[in-house]
């Protein structure tokens, strides 16, 4: 019922959202004979927050065109290599007609990016992978919003997700030989499970797993995030954030977690800081200083792109890693795609490389929630395990802004580098479009 009322409300804002947008334009229009006065110019900076405030937020797109590579621009096509029910497996093919530059991209290494199924849209790594596209193949999950997806399709569970990882690991090692995995927040438990798993049925693992502020243990310095888990029951969360979607949308019917209460939780966490973000846009509006408005624009135009989650796969999510602690107590046990249930054991994995890396001020996964990683996989010899804490750093500075860039960037890199293998041959030549190669 909330949702439906959620959906009923929102379509009757947006028309006044879009004459906001209108109104605001109507202000700051040179043509305007009073538009170039201070009030006109407050009367649009204001029009223009109401418009941003109450307007719907779709998915955002990756929009990355080019990037450098040993300072050539390298133009990108970004597609769908696999596409199940609840996710695509994407792909960012990059061209150049450049020998030399074609020679260094075949030669660089695939990394697989799991992005998190918690709320926002792969694109919120969107630096992460830009800056990974300057010496990697580059594949991410661009994981759906459940509530496009048809009750045909079925539901969508925690051991899916491990499930989907796996399919995607095994397509990147028969086309490349083997692949490095790079998991961000709350990925690093699903993916830790995926390779478990595959290491103990006694498959190909990756050359090196990256897992970047997750809740490998989320009872290591808790933080507000983990405290709501273990402070509510499981039943709780099931009658109070569970709703089915309306009729308007192809996943109608469905059981979900829904974007826009995990948008309230979100803004909730720091509200104050909210505020003071969009009073100062409200002020650079009105100073003209359009640099300071247009990166407003762009991390709230990603910020409140929120999706719907299944509600099996985030219920199992509570319990399984905030409630019960199955993978660090070693009761974890999940059903592969043949219905059988194997139990996890990190300890298994002997031939994957890990680096674990944390923010000293992350208020999503707390300190050593992460490195806990390094106590379960006592199978990887000591030189074959890395850790790093970003100082400074909160939960999004270890995959985007400066430190990622200068701190975090490099030192994923360079463990990448020292951890891989000469790769197999791919199935399929290199293919010539009109004078431009692709790697």
């Known amino acids: 019922m909330l949702y439906t ?16 947008q209108a109104t605001a ?29 109450g307007k719907d937020y779709e998915k955002p797109e990756f929009g990355i065109r ?31 007609d450049d020998s030399g530059t074609l020679a260094t991209l075949k030669g660089q290494p695939v990394v697989l990016v799991v992005a998190p199924l918690s709320g926002h849209y792969a694109t919120l790594l969107r630096e992460t992978v830009r800056t990974l596209l300057g010496g990697h193949k580059v594949y991410i999950t661009d994981w759906k919003n459940a509530r496009m997806v048809p009750l045909a399709e079925g539901d969508f569970h ?12 095994r397509h990147l090692q028969a086309r490349y030989g083997n692949c490095h995995v790079m998991s961000v927040c709350q990925p690093t438990v699903p993916v830790l499970a995926a390779i478990s798993l595959m290491a103990s049925r006694g498959e190909t693992t990756p050359l090196s797993m990256t897992m970047m502020g997750g809740p490998i243990d989320a009872r290591r310095a808790p933080t507000a995030v983990n ?9 709780w969360f099931e009658n109070n954030v569970i709703y089915r979607v309306p009729d308007n949308f192809p996943g109608a019917g469905r059981r979900v977690y829904p974007g826009f209460l995990q948008h309230t939780g979100f803004v909730a966490m720091n509200p104050d800081r909210h505020a003071t973000s969009h009073y100062d846009y409200f002020k650079n509006l009105v100073k003209g200083d359009d640099a300071s408005a247009e990166a407003h624009r762009k991390f709230y135009d990603e910020y409140n792109a929120v999706l719907d989650m299944d509600a099996h796969y985030y219920l199992e999510t509570i319990r399984t890693v905030f409630q019960d602690f199955d ?13 059988e249930l194997e139990r996890v054991r990190p300890q298994d994995i002997r031939g994957t490389a890990l680096l674990t890396v944390e923010g000293e ?21 000591t030189d074959s395990r ?27 890199r360079d463990f990448i580098l020292g951890h891989n293998a000469p790769a197999a041959a791919p199935r399929s030549a290199s293919r010539q479009m009109r004078g431009t190669r692709a790697a």
């Open 5 to 20: 009322l959620y959906e009923t409300q929102r379509s009757l804002m947006e028309p006044f959202a879009d004459l906001a």
């Open 25 to 53: 334009k109507f202000y700051s229009n040179p043509v305007n004979p009073f538009g170039q006065t201070q009030l006109a110019q407050r009367m649009s900076a204001g029009y223009e927050l109401l418009y941003r405030l």
């Open 66 to 96: 080019t990037v450098p590579v040993d300072g050539v621009e390298v133009a990108i096509h970004e597609r769908v290599e696999l596409d199940k029910p609840f996710c695509e497996l994407r792909r960012f093919k990059r061209f150049s």
């Open 158 to 169: 925690l051991d899916d997700y491990v499930n989907y990882v796996q399919e995607f690991i």
């Open 227 to 235: 405290n709501l888990a273990t402070q509510r029951s499981y039943e």
């Open 327 to 339: 993978l660090v107590k070693g009761t974890w046990d999940v059903r592969s795609e043949s219905g």
């Open 361 to 381: 001020l992350d208020d999503i996964s707390g300190s050593g929630q992460t490195e806990a990683a390094h106590d379960l996989c006592t199978g990887i010899t």
């Open 386 to 412: 890395e850790h790093l804490e970003v100082k400074g750093a909160g939960h999004y500075g270890i995959f985007s802004g400066r430190r990622w860039r200068e701190i975090v960037y490099p030192r994923v």
